[in-house]
């Protein structure tokens, strides 16, 4: 039997817990696909490598409206893609023959299953470690369609490594997935249809946002609104039967209605793992599991699903394999998120129903961004900023921008919360540049 001091299972987020400190270490790392996990390889990064592509061709159809003669006469594919691919898959590879390079690092290229406390069944062999660390991350779920299983469909692991821009693209699903890649093809030439069972897009934003994003949505592209799929069909194209009768003929069809963790394939029961209903690993405060030394991090523990969240958790994690009597508890009090649609998304903190549910008062601030100067010069009439407040402690209890730059103009509003500043010296704490599209923000504050 093999044996190590620290095991890791996932090279997203997992492989950035070994440092210096673990020199002395007998470490292993478990990685069967690519290192650098779902982010770099399959998601946030050639994702958004993809929306900047998608956004100067919008750039590029709107722009005759501000008086610039510009057309967008179609995309290059397979140039837009291996120009992403070619860098990402480098950087994953040296990832990987880095951490072969490394003495005290072992890694196995297989898939790891429990068999025992601390014990795992990898490649055939047996291997224990005294430390485990879980960050295997999700992967895409795929609903029961009749037809789906024996069609080729896509997901957001496979979609961005197409060969060609579809004519037509359906994609099924109504969450940040879903939007993104709808914008990216429609964005570079591609007719998009995109089914949801429910009545607004993006299921746990603020309503505001939520009914922004599916007008314009709906403005866009073929939305097909509280529309289920029946059976799927597929011979020289995509028959998609829907239960309002019709059938939609396309010839890619993207599954994007989110992601499950993959505690069951690390058969966590066999290791005395407890995961909850939804099959994420329980945790405690200081990212414990219910197993004595054993770790868990990311996706596989933590529903937000984002990166700056596993990173977090990472940097937790790796300081308390060390320090067992100074351990750091995570803080996911504030847990930022953005979508990176057209027009982007961005929130933190709690939605205007969360409160009202709570029965907790609140003040109330929506400034758009057609109320500012930089508004005016990109003609922007769908963007604003909501703002959520305590009347009494005057503190910010929730943000959710739709606009230009939302993720990063979010930042100002996050570092305010996170230091406990209230709305008053957010709004007069500071000076604001004119005339900066960070007016939109200003001017919410004091609308407070």
């Known amino acids: 039997m093999a044996y190590h001091d620290l095991l890791i299972i996932g090279a997203g987020s997992g492989n950035s817990v070994i440092g210096p400190e673990h020199d002395d270490w007998d470490v292993a790392i478990v990685e069967p696909w690519m ?24 750039a590029a159809r709107h722009a005759p409206a501000l008086g610039v003669h510009t057309t967008f006469e179609g995309a290059d594919w397979p140039a837009i893609r291996d120009r992403i691919f070619g860098r990402i898959d480098a950087i994953a590879d ?40 879980l960050a295997a991350g999700t992967r895409a779920v795929v609903p029961d369609l009749p037809g789906l299983a024996d069609v080729p469909f896509h997901t957001s692991d496979s979609i961005m490594r197409i060969d060609e821009l579809p004519r037509h693209l359906v994609v099924l699903g109504g969450g940040f997935i879903a939007l993104e890649m709808a914008h990216v093809f429609h964005g570079l030439g591609s007719r998009v249809t995109l089914l949801y069972r429910g009545d607004l897009l993006l299921r746990r934003a603020d309503e505001d946002i ?35 009768g019709s059938t939609l003929e396309a010839d890619a069809l993207l599954v994007a209605t989110g992601r499950r963790p993959n505690s069951d394939r690390l058969d966590t029961d066999a290791g005395g793992v407890a995961t909850n209903g939804a099959g994420y690993v329980t945790t405690d405060e200081f990212l414990r599991t219910s197993a004595e030394g054993v770790w868990a991090l990311g ?7 984002l990166k700056h969240t596993a990173n977090a958790e990472a940097r937790v994690v790796a300081h308390n394999l060390g320090s067992p009597d100074d351990l750091w508890p995570i803080d996911r009090s504030l847990t930022p998120a953005a979508v990176f649609c057209h027009p982007q998304i961005a929130l933190v903190g709690s ?20 109320d ?56 007069r704490g500071q000076l604001y540049i004119h005339p900066a599209m960070s007016e939109v923000v200003e001017q919410a504050l004091l609308e407070l």
């Open 94 to 133: 040296s990832g990987r023959e880095y951490r072969h390079n490394l003495d005290h690092v072992t890694v196995y290229e297989a898939e790891a299953r429990f068999s025992g406390e601390r014990t795992f069944d990898i490649a055939g062999g047996s291997v224990t470690a005294d430390r485990v660390v």
């Open 299 to 305: 996706d596989i523990t933590n529903p937000a699903q």
């Open 210 to 244: 939520r009914r922004r994003i599916t007008q314009i949505y709906a403005d866009r592209l073929d939305l097909r609104l509280q529309t289920d799929v029946e059976r799927v069909r597929h011979d020289d194209a995509f028959r998609i039967d829907l239960s309002d």
């Open 35 to 58: 290192f650098g996990g779902t982010c770099l390889n399959r998601g946030c990064v050639p994702s958004k490598m993809l929306v900047h592509t998608a956004d100067l061709a919008l």
């Open 372 to 427: 500012i100067a930089y508004g005016w010069a990109m003609e922007d009439t769908t963007g604003f900023v909501k703002l959520l407040a305590d009347p009494e402690t005057r503190l910010l209890l929730g943000a959710h921008l739709i606009g230009p730059h939302a993720p990063t103009l979010i930042h100002q509003l996050i570092q305010g919360m996170a230091h406990g500043l209230t709305v008053d010296q957010m709004a």
């Open 351 to 370: 939605t205007e129903a969360h409160l009202v549910a709570e029965g907790r008062p609140f003040l109330r601030s929506v400034r758009d961004y057609s």
